[in-house]
């Protein structure tokens, strides 16, 4: 992400890896903030809908 980002999951269920290796999983409900230039692998295990 080139820039910094705050994200809402309506629905879905994922993960996010990191380059650092650090995994994050979330579900809807869920609020996360990314700061800029932040890289990783997304998984997707349910179709997501974010704001």
Same mark, same amino acid.
């Given at each position: 992400?080139?820039? +910094?980002?705050?994200?809402? #999951?309506?629905?879905?269920?994922?993960?996010?890896?990191?380059?650092? &290796?650090? %995994?994050? =999983?979330?579900? +809807?409900?869920?609020?996360? #903030?990314?700061?800029?230039?932040?890289?990783?692998?997304?998984?997707? &295990?349910? %179709?997501? =809908?974010?704001?």
């Amino acid at each position: 992400m080139k820039h +910094a980002e705050v994200m809402h #999951f309506l629905a879905g269920r994922g993960r996010f890896t990191s380059d650092a &290796e650090t %995994t994050i =999983h979330f579900t +809807a409900g869920d609020t996360l #903030f990314f700061e800029a230039d932040t890289e990783g692998l997304w998984g997707v &295990e349910e %179709t997501m =809908h974010k704001v």
